[in-house]
C-alpha cells in the first residue's frame, strides 16, 4: 500500500513563496508508486485548501480572490480510528493520511503549532516535535539551553517590552555595535545592527512590534557557516558546512529576499578539515541539546581565530533547489529525493517508538 503523505505548505510568514516553491520540488521528487500525495495549502488569512494530487499551485497567498473560492476547504481531524483523515468540506470526503510533511515556515508552521495539531488527531510528522520546533523558534530559550549545555552562542540582555531600557548599560556590557532582534520571530525581520544611542532609539520600537522579548546580542564578527543536520535519536548526520556571504551589512531581510544578489551561497564552504570537524560536531550537539527530531539547520558565526558561536537553529529548513538544507545534504551523500524519502521513514519510525509509550498509569 501506498504511504499517503499530507504536505502543508504556504501559511503566514515572509517565507510563503518559498514554501510553496518547496512544495513543488517536494511533491516532484516523491514517487508516485510509492506516496500518494494530498497537498493542504494555508493562505496567508489562514485558510486550509486542498489541491488535487501533485498540483501545488503558483500562489495562494491571496484566498480572498474570486479564483480561490472554487477551491474546497479542508481540515483534519480525529475521527477516533487509527488513522487521521483530511476531511473536504465542500464535497464531505473523507481521506485517511499516514504522516504529515509540514513545509512551513515561521510563527505557526515552525514554532510547534501546528506539530501540536499533528499530535493532538495521532498523526505521524516529518521533522521537530512540539518542543523543538517551539525552542528553535524562541532564540533567548535556545540560548538559555545552549548556556546550561556549555555550548557556545553571543552573550545577550534580554529586553521586555513595556520596561525601560539604558543605552550605556547594554554598550558596557555587551559592547558596540551589537544586535538587536524578536525572540520569536525569522526572516531578518526585526534585526538591526545598532551603532549609536540614535539607532537604537529608532529601532528599538520596531523589533518590539514582532515580540514581547527582544534580545540585545554581541556583536559577532564572524563569517556565517551552517550545517545540515538529518536522523533521529543517536544516528544523525551532518552535512559538510556551506557559507553565507552576504553583501549587505549582514544578512538583513533585503539581502534574503529583495536583492537577487543580496548574498551568495558557497556550498560547500572552504574551511580547514579541522574547522570542519569542529563545526560538524558543534552542530550534533546542539541538535541533541535542542531536543531536535529528523531535520534540522544549524547556523553558526566562526571567527578570524576560528571560533564558532551557534546562531540560531531552523527547525524547517527550506527545500527549494537552491536552498541549503537540501544542496548541503546533496554534496554529503544524500540527494534530494533520497532526503525526502528519508524524513518520511524517520517520522513513521519515531512514531512507532512513541506509540510503546503508555499515556496513563497502568498498574
Ligand atoms: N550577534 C550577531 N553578530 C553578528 N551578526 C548578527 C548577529 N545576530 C544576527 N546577525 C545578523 O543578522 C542575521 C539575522 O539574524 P538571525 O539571528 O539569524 O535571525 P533570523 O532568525 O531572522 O534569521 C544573521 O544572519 C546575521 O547576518
Ligand atoms: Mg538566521
Known amino acids: 500500500?501506498?504511504?499517503?503523505?499530507?504536505?502543508f505548505f504556504g501559511g503566514h510568514?515572509?517565507?510563503?513563496?518559498?514554501?510553496?516553491?518547496?512544495?513543488?520540488?517536494?511533491?516532484k521528487a516523491l514517487s508516485p508508486e510509492k506516496y500518494e500525495l494530498h497537498l493542504v495549502g494555508i493562505?496567508?488569512?489562514?485558510?486550509?485548501?486542498?489541491?488535487?494530487?501533485?498540483?501545488?499551485?503558483?500562489?495562494?497567498?491571496?484566498a480572498d480572490e474570486p479564483r480561490t473560492h472554487s477551491w474546497p476547504l479542508v481540515s483534519l481531524v480525529n475521527v477516533g480510528e487509527e488513522k487521521p483523515v483530511l476531511y473536504n468540506l465542500t464535497t464531505h470526503e473523507k481521506q485517511a493520511i499516514d504522516v504529515a510533511f509540514p513545509v512551513l515556515h515561521g510563527p505557526f508552521g515552525e514554532d510547534g503549532s501546528i506539530q501540536g495539531l499533528f499530535r493532538m488527531v495521532n498523526l505521524p510528522m516529518v521533522g521537530c516535535g512540539v518542543l523543538a520546533s517551539a525552542i528553535g523558534m524562541d532564540k533567548e530559550v535556545m540560548k538559555r539551553l545552549l548556556h546550561e549545555a556549555g555550548l557556545p552562542s553571543a552573550r545577550y540582555r534580554l529586553l521586555r517590552r513595556g520596561l525601560k531600557h539604558s543605552f550605556d548599560e547594554i554598550v558596557s556590557d555587551l559592547g558596540l555595535p551589537f544586535f538587536i532582534k524578536p525572540s520569536n520571530m525569522g526572516s531578518s525581520i526585526g534585526v538591526h545592527k545598532i551603532k549609536s544611542s540614535a539607532d537604537f532609539d529608532q529601532h528599538l520600537a520596531d523589533t518590539f512590534k514582532y515580540d514581547e522579548k527582544v534580545l540585545a546580542e554581541t556583536f559577532i564578527n564572524g563569517r556565517e557557516i551552517e550545517v545540515a543536520v538529518l536522523g533521529g535519536g543517536s544516528d544523525l548526520i551532518a552535512s559538510s558546512p556551506g557559507e553565507v556571504i552576504p553583501q549587505h551589512e549582514f544578512y538583513s531581510y533585503e539581502a534574503k529576499y529583495l536583492d537577487e544578489q543580496g548574498a551568495i551561497l558557497k556550498v560547500p564552504a572552504e574551511l580547514s578539515a579541522g574547522e570542519v570537524a569542529d563545526v560538524k560536531a558543534l552542530a550534533l550537539r546542539t541538535f541533541s541539546v535542542l531536543c531536535c527530531d529528523g531535520m534540522a539547520r544549524v547556523d553558526f558565526f566562526m571567527t578570524k581565530a576560528g571560533k564558532f558561536f551557534i546562531n540560531e537553529i531552523n527547525t524547517i529548513p527550506g527545500f527549494t533547489s537552491i536552498s541549503q538544507y537540501p544542496k548541503l545534504m546533496e554534496i554529503s551523500g544524500v540527494p534530494y529525493r533520497v532526503l525526502i524519502e528519508r524524513l518520511i521513514d524517520l517520522a513513521l519510525r519515531k512514531f512507532e517508538e512513541q506509540k510503546k509509550l503508555q499515556s496513563k498509569y497502568m498498574a
Open 1 to 7: 500500500m501506498k504511504t499517503r503523505v499530507a504536505l
Open 13 to 27: 510568514s515572509a517565507e510563503h513563496e518559498i514554501s510553496v516553491i518547496s512544495a513543488r520540488n517536494i511533491a
Open 43 to 62: 493562505a496567508d488569512n489562514g485558510r486550509w485548501t486542498l489541491f488535487p494530487d501533485r498540483q501545488v499551485p503558483n500562489d495562494l497567498k491571496r
